[in-house]
């Protein structure tokens, strides 16, 4: 498993749109897999990037969470800029939500996470 950071999140054009750092690999082989988990222990959500070889986590960490509760509530597209390559997010909203509403009041996902998650996302 590799993860690719996101950098920076921005609404523009009518999506929301994730710089990243730079990625080793292929970024215009990256399949998006239309699933977000919770990574607990680096306070940040997660999207499932697939390539021929591996997974790959598109991390989104906290310092983006409020871009990204406003472009849920404007539910615009999003897409992620990998290596200059813009790689649409499917099912995107629909992951989300279902995440958020399990994280939040769940003690699973640690405190900090629960909380933040609560506080940045208006639960």
Known sequence: MKKILV???KIKDG???FHTQAYEGNASELTPKGQILA???????VYILENTEDFIYLSMPHSVWDTLHEARKQEVDAAAVINGTEITLPHFYEELNALLVNIKDNANYGEDMERQVSESFAL
């Open 15 to 17: 999506k929301v749109i």
């Open 7 to 9: 950098t920076e999140a």
């Open 39 to 45: 990574d607990s222990d680096q306070l940040s959500l």
